[in-house]
């Protein structure tokens, strides 16, 4: 196109240049569509009344093509009038991209756009060949060798232009080896496992480790550098990095070579510049000592440490910088901290942002650091944990702008971003161990957005039928004292639930709780209540519960006390990762009561941040529970149970722990053989005998001295066991499979190795991890048995007294929460270890509506 433009522009002097010069006493411009005649005269260097020739004219020719608005310019004369005749460049009507998936659309639209690439753009082929090889050029930075990209220009009437640009992005070259040369002090395989970039192993199809890319590589030459920096190594370097590129373009070779040098050990640290402090208050940081192996991150640490100690008292934008100055003949370093505090800051305000729902107030009332006394790094981060402890927020950033004009003013600038705290809800869910849920809820967390806690609802499933209203103010008064209250009815009904003993219980009642900030991770609650409580024997009843009935009666008026201690110093309110939570509480039965009993509770969770999103869990809780006065043991309806979600998963809700002792009759026993066979007697054949009077159903016993039915169709005549005295020996035989009664001890433990889901950028709302679960439940009191008619049942065959470890069940397996706008939905895939005969398993289960 160039040539052509040449070739014209020649055509065009060899035209003009027989005229002698002329005086233009008028310009006409001829072929203009977008371009205006304002345009073009502002870069034309000449004008009516001016004298031209052949060069003047060239030299406006030259003009007009370096505008870049023109695809071809002619010049004609008529008598002293000079004619443009201009020929447009064609602009862009559409732009498409086609075939690009690791560069989103948007980011290449921006590209070319700043490339001078866009819809509604003059066309310019070089700058389109120009950007095709950029694009080219960042695939390769992302490792894809092979990319390919085509261009396409249509041209469309009215001089346009629609381009299609054909991408073929190609494969990401794997890692076929990655080489480290010139290391002596650490092997290849610790130098190795420092990179995020991997040689091809089982793992890479779902860490991608083995992908390469220049960024990447860049990032692990200065990994490998602070690896050898803070081990001592102050000479280290990197001597030359080689990128090999396999004969098929799929595969890359990596070669780092590096230069170690020596260990350089720590002589002298000092302290330089306006410390502000007292010298201790600063070596008192240090996280390093002469004699020690230099170590670059530890300078670090104790520079940030520093920072952070000057920040709160005031002095924001301090500075401390760790200067190491080597002593390359005796291998030592010295190290001066030169302390450059600044200014005390002072704060103008402090601002919220994001809190759309929720109310100012509920976040200032959380603020430790004040408006108008001087910027604390301490009590800043401090509000800015409160604020997501309260658990109405998915994320929480703060900021600390220097006030326009002023060297020690800052504002504090937080900003939310709100999460579902609550719910109106119709719904029909399922939950395991308690079979179809049908309810109605009215929720919410953040009341009105004024940080109180409301709860009405209405529930049903299969064990239980429940009203409950519950309020919270955490604010109840201006120095953070705390009131809630709760009212409640509920019908429970065990007969369905195989799982634990047969009773029901209707039980009404409320209570006030008052809490108190002992500090600003402890509260202290006290709360005082009363429930009335009616209960009905089930259609098979254990041993237990008639007795207790027997002795008790069957409605029950109690009125309680309690205390409660929480320390909460986890980062969040929901889905935490780190820091540490502990619960204590005491619940008592007061005297005047039907039933005085009293229960202990501890619980305690551990996050262990590991990296990123990862972390580690570990969670106990422990609770014991008894009776006293006139009541020797804890009520059976009180006891702890274990199992399901929340507890031990793997097993049925509500399943593990002591069983109550079943209703049952007696009945004889027969003798077996070494092979649990019924024996029968027999003829002179050695052959079984008939009799037609012998009972078409025998017993033999089991392990825990139960009968068990066997058929005895033919009407064989068994042989009995008999007592030295000659009668029959009887046991009893269950009318049900023994159930889940409960214990008065509780001991039970988690391991989470909490991990991020793949694929998904927000990790809010969503929770996936690994577990382990181990405990039980226990008693200190078991039922005894005594039965005339088996002489032989005198202890509980299914409770045992103490805490056994024995008896400890355990799990493994797989959990994925999701806040739902119809409140949290947790899936559970579990493996029993160590299940015992009688236990309830549960493989699959999931819930909606409590978070675990």
Same mark, same amino acid.
């Given at each position: 196109?160039?040539?052509?433009?040449?070739?014209?522009?020649?055509?065009?002097?060899?035209?003009?240049?027989?005229?002698?010069?002329?005086?233009?006493?008028?310009?006409?411009?001829?072929?203009?569509?977008?371009?205006?005649?304002?345009?073009?005269?502002?870069?034309?260097?000449?004008?009516?009344?001016?004298?031209?020739?052949?060069?003047?004219?060239?030299?406006?020719?030259?003009?007009?093509?370096?505008?870049?608005?023109?695809?071809?310019?002619?010049?004609?004369?008529?008598?002293?009038?000079?004619?443009?005749?201009?020929?447009?460049?064609?602009?862009?009507?559409?732009?498409?991209?086609?075939?690009?998936?690791?560069?989103?659309?948007?980011?290449?639209?921006?590209?070319?756009?700043?490339?001078?690439?866009?819809?509604?753009?003059?066309?310019?082929?070089?700058?389109?060949?120009?950007?095709?090889?950029?694009?080219?050029?960042?695939?390769?930075?992302?490792?894809?060798?092979?990319?390919?990209?085509?261009?396409?220009?249509?041209?469309?009437?009215?001089?346009?232009?629609?381009?299609?640009?054909?991408?073929?992005?190609?494969?990401?070259?794997?890692?076929?080896?990655?080489?480290?040369?010139?290391?002596?002090?650490?092997?290849?395989?610790?130098?190795?496992?420092?990179?995020?970039?991997?040689?091809?192993?089982?793992?890479?199809?779902?860490?991608?480790?083995?992908?390469?890319?220049?960024?990447?590589?860049?990032?692990?030459?200065?990994?490998?550098?602070?690896?050898?920096?803070?081990?001592?190594?102050?000479?280290?370097?990197?001597?030359?990095?080689?990128?090999?590129?396999?004969?098929?373009?799929?595969?890359?070779?990596?070669?780092?070579?590096?230069?170690?040098?020596?260990?350089?050990?720590?002589?002298?640290?000092?302290?330089?510049?306006?410390?502000?402090?007292?010298?201790?208050?600063?070596?008192?940081?240090?996280?390093?000592?002469?004699?020690?192996?230099?170590?670059?991150?530890?300078?670090?640490?104790?520079?940030?440490?520093?920072?952070?100690?000057?920040?709160?008292?005031?002095?924001?934008?301090?500075?401390?910088?760790?200067?190491?100055?080597?002593?390359?003949?005796?291998?030592?370093?010295?190290?001066?901290?030169?302390?450059?505090?600044?200014?005390?800051?002072?704060?103008?305000?402090?601002?919220?942002?994001?809190?759309?729902?929720?109310?100012?107030?509920?976040?200032?009332?959380?603020?430790?650091?004040?408006?108008?006394?001087?910027?604390?790094?301490?009590?800043?981060?401090?509000?800015?944990?409160?604020?997501?402890?309260?658990?109405?927020?998915?994320?929480?950033?703060?900021?600390?702008?220097?006030?326009?004009?002023?060297?020690?003013?800052?504002?504090?600038?937080?900003?939310?971003?709100?999460?579902?705290?609550?719910?109106?809800?119709?719904?029909?869910?399922?939950?395991?161990?308690?079979?179809?849920?049908?309810?109605?809820?009215?929720?919410?967390?953040?009341?009105?957005?004024?940080?109180?806690?409301?709860?009405?609802?209405?529930?049903?499933?299969?064990?239980?039928?429940?009203?409950?209203?519950?309020?919270?103010?955490?604010?109840?008064?201006?120095?953070?004292?705390?009131?809630?209250?709760?009212?409640?009815?509920?019908?429970?009904?065990?007969?369905?639930?195989?799982?634990?003993?047969?009773?029901?219980?209707?039980?009404?009642?409320?209570?006030?709780?008052?809490?108190?900030?002992?500090?600003?991770?402890?509260?202290?609650?006290?709360?005082?209540?009363?429930?009335?409580?009616?209960?009905?024997?089930?259609?098979?009843?254990?041993?237990?519960?008639?007795?207790?009935?027997?002795?008790?009666?069957?409605?029950?008026?109690?009125?309680?006390?309690?205390?409660?201690?929480?320390?909460?110093?986890?980062?969040?309110?929901?889905?935490?990762?780190?820091?540490?939570?502990?619960?204590?509480?005491?619940?008592?039965?007061?005297?005047?009561?039907?039933?005085?009993?009293?229960?202990?509770?501890?619980?305690?969770?551990?996050?262990?941040?590991?990296?990123?999103?990862?972390?580690?869990?570990?969670?106990?809780?422990?609770?014991?529970?008894?009776?006293?006065?006139?009541?020797?043991?804890?009520?059976?309806?009180?006891?702890?149970?274990?199992?399901?979600?929340?507890?031990?998963?793997?097993?049925?809700?509500? #399943?593990?722990?002591?069983?109550?002792? &079943?209703?049952? *009759?007696?009945? %004889?026993?027969? $003798? =077996?053989?070494?092979?649990? /066979?019924?024996?029968?007697?027999?003829?002179?054949?050695?052959?079984?005998?008939?009799?037609?009077?012998?009972?078409?159903?025998?017993?033999?016993?089991?392990?825990?001295?139960?009968?068990?039915?066997?058929?005895?169709?033919?009407?064989?005549?068994?042989?009995?066991?008999?007592?030295?005295?000659?009668?029959?020996?009887?046991?009893?035989?269950?009318?049900?499979?023994?159930?889940?009664?409960?214990?008065?001890?509780?001991?039970?433990?988690?391991?989470?190795?909490?991990?991020?889901?793949?694929?998904?950028?927000?990790?809010?709302?969503?929770?996936?991890?690994?577990?382990?679960?181990?405990?039980?439940?226990?008693?200190?009191?078991?039922? #005894?048995?005594?039965?005339?008619?088996? &002489?032989?049942? *005198?202890?509980? %065959?299914?409770? $045992? =007294?103490?805490?056994?470890? /024995?008896?400890?069940?355990?799990?493994?397996?797989?959990?994925?929460?999701?806040?739902?706008?119809?409140?949290?939905?947790?899936?559970?895939?579990?493996?029993?270890?160590?299940?015992?005969?009688?236990?309830?398993?549960?493989?699959?289960?999931?819930?909606?509506?409590?978070?675990?």
């Amino acid at each position: 196109m160039r040539s052509l433009f040449l070739t014209l522009l020649l055509g065009l002097v060899s035209s003009v240049a027989v005229a002698d010069s002329f005086v233009v006493e008028d310009i006409r411009l001829e072929g203009l569509q977008r371009v205006s005649a304002g345009t073009v005269f502002e870069r034309l260097p000449i004008a009516v009344g001016d004298s031209v020739d052949s060069s003047r004219l060239s030299e406006v020719s030259h003009r007009l093509f370096a505008s870049g608005l023109f695809n071809d310019v002619k010049l004609y004369r008529d008598g002293n009038v000079l004619i443009f005749q201009l020929v447009e460049l064609p602009t862009i009507t559409t732009i498409d991209l086609d075939g690009n998936s690791a560069i989103p659309d948007d980011a290449l639209l921006d590209s070319l756009k700043n490339a001078g690439l866009s819809e509604g753009m003059v066309f310019k082929r070089s700058t389109l060949d120009r950007i095709a090889l950029e694009l080219e050029r960042q695939y390769v930075i992302q490792g894809r060798y092979d990319a390919d990209i085509n261009t396409e220009v249509t041209a469309l009437p009215r001089n346009r232009v629609s381009l299609k640009i054909k991408i073929d992005e190609g494969n990401v070259a794997s890692i076929a080896h990655i080489n480290i040369v010139g290391n002596k002090a650490f092997s290849d395989e610790q130098l190795l496992k420092q990179l995020s970039l991997q040689e091809s192993n089982f793992w890479s199809w779902y860490a991608g480790d083995n992908k390469y890319s220049r960024e990447k590589l860049a990032a692990d030459q200065e990994t490998l550098r602070s690896w050898y920096y803070d081990r001592g190594y102050l000479r280290f370097n990197i001597e030359s990095t080689q990128v090999a590129l396999a004969p098929g373009k799929d595969g890359v070779y990596i070669t780092i070579s590096v230069s170690e040098g020596e260990v350089y050990h720590i002589r002298n640290i000092n302290l330089a510049g306006n410390l502000k402090l007292d010298e201790e208050e600063f070596t008192k940081l240090y996280q390093i000592k002469s004699g020690d192996v230099f170590s670059r991150r530890k300078v670090v640490d104790s520079s940030e440490s520093m920072i952070r100690r000057l920040g709160n008292d005031g002095y924001t934008f301090a500075k401390v910088d760790g200067n190491p100055k080597p002593d390359d003949e005796a291998l030592e370093v010295d190290i001066t901290f030169f302390v450059e505090p600044g200014r005390r800051t002072y704060v103008r305000s402090v601002n919220f942002s994001g809190n759309d729902n929720t109310e100012d107030e509920v976040l200032r009332r959380e603020m430790v650091q004040m408006e108008g006394g001087w910027a604390s790094t301490e009590k800043i981060e401090s509000g800015k944990n409160r604020l997501n402890q309260l658990g109405f927020f998915k994320t929480v950033t703060v900021e600390t702008p220097a006030v326009p004009g002023e060297d020690d003013l800052i504002d504090v600038n937080y900003n939310v971003e709100e999460q579902l705290n609550g719910s109106l809800n119709f719904n029909i869910g399922y939950a395991g161990g308690s079979g179809m849920i049908l309810g109605a809820s009215v929720s919410q967390n953040n009341f009105l957005g004024t940080g109180n806690r409301m709860s009405l609802s209405v529930q049903k499933n299969d064990t239980t039928q429940s009203y409950n209203f519950s309020y919270y103010n955490p604010y109840y008064t201006i120095d953070g004292v705390s009131r809630g209250y709760n009212l409640f009815y509920r019908e429970t009904d065990y007969k369905s639930l195989s799982t634990v003993s047969d009773y029901q219980t209707n039980s009404k009642g409320g209570n006030v709780t008052f809490g108190y900030p002992i500090s600003s991770r402890q509260r202290l609650s006290a709360s005082v209540g009363y429930t009335n409580t009616k209960m009905f024997e089930g259609s098979t009843v254990p041993a237990e519960i008639i007795e207790f009935m027997d002795e008790q009666g069957d409605t029950f008026d109690e009125y309680s006390v309690g205390l409660n201690w929480r320390y909460n110093g986890l980062n969040k309110g929901m889905f935490p990762t780190a820091g540490m939570e502990q619960k204590l509480s005491v619940d008592i039965g007061v005297p005047g009561s039907d039933l005085t009993s009293y229960k202990l509770g501890y619980t305690a969770n551990y996050y262990f941040p590991l990296a990123d999103e990862w972390s580690f869990r570990i969670r106990t809780e422990l609770g014991y529970g008894n009776g006293y006065g006139n009541l020797s043991r804890l009520p059976f309806f009180k006891n702890y149970r274990s199992g399901g979600l929340g507890s031990i998963r793997g097993y049925q809700s509500n #399943s593990l722990g002591p069983k109550g002792l &079943p209703e049952y *009759t007696a009945v %004889p026993v027969v $003798e =077996t053989d070494s092979d649990g /066979n019924v024996v029968y007697e027999t003829d002179n054949l050695g052959l079984p005998e008939y009799d037609s009077s012998s009972p078409s159903i025998v017993y033999k016993t089991d392990a825990d001295g139960a009968a068990v039915a066997v058929s005895n169709s033919n009407h064989y005549k068994p042989v009995y066991k008999t007592n030295d005295d000659g009668s029959v020996v009887t046991a009893p035989a269950y009318y049900e499979t023994p159930a889940a009664l409960g214990g008065n001890i509780l001991v039970e433990s988690s391991l989470e190795l909490i991990f991020p889901l793949p694929f998904i950028e927000d990790q809010s709302s969503v929770r996936s991890l690994v577990f382990f679960d181990a405990g039980n439940t226990f008693t200190d009191y078991c039922y #005894s048995p005594y039965d005339e008619d088996i &002489p032989s049942l *005198t202890s509980h %065959p299914y409770c $045992e =007294t103490g805490v056994n470890l /024995n008896d400890i069940r355990m799990s493994t397996g797989v959990s994925l929460t999701w806040i739902t706008a119809i409140g949290p939905l947790t899936f559970v895939y579990s493996i029993p270890l160590n299940d015992q005969r009688n236990d309830k398993t549960e493989g699959f289960e999931f819930s909606l509506g409590q978070v675990f």
